[in-house]
């Protein structure tokens, strides 16, 4: 298994692209199963998800022709089989996504429950509720849920708390519903809204994508269509911490800087010089030592609990005592063991965690456990004294293009070693 080794204590300086979201190529993806013609999808980074979302198309039969410049060409009139396996999905929950298209469109579909994973328990029974509301036949038996539907139903869909791909899903299947189907406490991410334009282009009726309340009016059929997909917010968050860990002074281009307000507003307590452009994001910590923050995550538009664990990290070295309460996921502190080893010095009170900041950090041998817990562990590296080890990076290559060479045109010193 490949390793990064990152050498401590350069401040990040520089500028580098931003790539497309992962979270929004991925429903995209899975909505061109919905179309009767042949969607071109730009934009798609160059991340493990992609390949397994394009293993998982392939094994139905889908047809996918993908460029140099990764735009990915699929036609899904060859398909087949209806059927994302458990091998695929373990390695990917997201793969639920392919649920809702396949019953709204072929009738049936059989897909694994994805099952536990390092984050928490992460159930999908609000994908199948929608579902089954909308007038689907769902089993779920031996591990997978088996649904069938002659045409699906709009309804009134009350969603019981914020969920991103089961808005996504019950959205994409709404599409070729009989009827309007209307989505409330529906989360409100831009890459909903991202894959509601992408719909939308291929002759979708939607209204309201971005508020808590969806309006879908369903259509006999979808057309193709050429659709980028938005920048990813996630990926242009981690650099932005990156910088701030190491007092540097770091400009992302290609990216959506609206996207990003919880997180620029908790780098600018944090001590940040940000300044915005409409495509870009520059952050400067004239060479500072970050200040502590209070951060709690929750859906859209506040902060993410997807920059929760590298905020973790700038905090551990950062000058003061810091709050971060996790409230979308349960178990999402994998990285609090590691940082300790590292010399951090955190205390875990349920979905709490207190850090004292300490001047700083030592390498250790770490291991990722998942996809942003890892990040963290790649920014605790960045100003650690010494050679870190990041073992187990497979979770990063899930969700992050090309980090190594990012980090390393920003100056710091990083490399990956085939294990
Ligand atoms: C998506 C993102 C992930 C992000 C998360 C929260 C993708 C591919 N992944 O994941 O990066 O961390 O949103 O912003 O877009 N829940 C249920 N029942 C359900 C569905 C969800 O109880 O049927 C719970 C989950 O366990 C969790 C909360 O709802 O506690 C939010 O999860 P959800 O928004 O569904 O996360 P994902 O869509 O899986």
Same mark, same amino acid.
């Given at each position: 298994m490949d390793k990064l080794i990152i050498t401590g204590g350069v401040p990040l300086k520089g500028e580098i692209r931003v790539s497309g979201a992962k979270n929004a190529a991925l429903p995209i993806l899975a909505a061109t %199963? %919905? $179309? *009767?013609g042949v969607v071109t999808v730009g934009n @798609?980074?160059?991340l493990h998800d992609i390949t397994t979302t394009m293993e998982l198309l392939g094994r139905m039969g889908v047809e996918l022709v993908v460029d140099e410049r990764m735009n990915i060409e699929v036609d899904s $009139?060859? @398909?087949?089989d209806f059927y994302a396996p458990y091998e695929l999905v373990k390695t990917m929950r997201? $793969? @639920? %996504?392919v649920l809702g298209p396949l019953v709204s469109r072929f009738g049936e579909a059989l897909v694994s429950l994805p099952g536990g994973c390092a984050i928490g328990s992460r159930p999908v029974n609000l994908h199948i509720q929608g579902l089954s509301k909308m007038g689907a036949d769902i089993k779920v038996e031996k591990g997978f849920i088996r649904a069938k539907a002659k045409k699906l139903k709009g309804t009134r869909l009350i969603m019981d708390l914020v969920t991103v791909t089961g808005t996504e899903n019950l959205m994409m299947a709404a599409t070729l519903a009989k009827g309007t189907t209307t989505i409330e406490n529906a989360a409100r991410e831009p890459e909903v809204v991202d894959l509601a334009n992408c719909l939308t282009a291929m002759g979708a009726h939607i209204d309201g994508?971005? =508020?808590?309340t969806i309006l879908i009016e369903g259509v006999d059929s979808l057309n193709g269509t050429k659709y980028d997909v938005l920048p990813d917010r996630i990926e242009t968050g981690t650099y932005l911490a990156a910088a701030a860990i190491t007092g540097g002074h770091v400009r992302l281009k *290609? =990216?959506?800087?609206?996207? %990003?307000k919880a997180v620029v507003e908790k780098l600018k307590e944090a001590g940040a010089d940000i300044t915005l452009g409409d495509t870009w994001i520059e952050i400067n910590m004239h060479g500072d030592r970050p200040q502590a923050v209070n951060v709690r995550t929750s859906p859209?538009?506040? +902060?993410?609990t997807d920059m929760q664990a590298q905020f973790t990290a700038v905090n551990v070295v950062a000058d003061g005592t810091g709050v971060i309460s996790e =409230?979308? +996921?349960?178990?999402? +502190?994998?990285?609090v063991h590691e940082l300790q080893r590292m010399g951090a010095d955190i205390r875990l009170q349920g979905n709490t965690a207190v850090t004292r900041g300490v001047q700083r950090l030592t390498a250790a041998p770490v291991m990722a456990t998942d996809l942003r817990a890892s990040a963290s562990l790649v920014l605790a590296g960045l100003v650690a004294a010494g050679d870190t080890a990041v073992d187990r990076i497979y979770h990063i290559d899930r969700g992050y293009e090309s980090i190594e060479e990012k980090l390393a045109k920003l100056g710091a010193r990083i490399r990956r070693v085939p294990g």
């Open positions: %199963l %919905l $179309s *009767d @798609i980074p160059h $009139s060859s @398909i087949k997201a $793969s @639920i %996504l994508a971005g =508020t808590d *290609d =990216t959506r800087p609206e996207m %990003l859209y538009p506040a +902060f993410p =409230t979308v +996921f349960e178990n999402r +502190f994998m990285h």
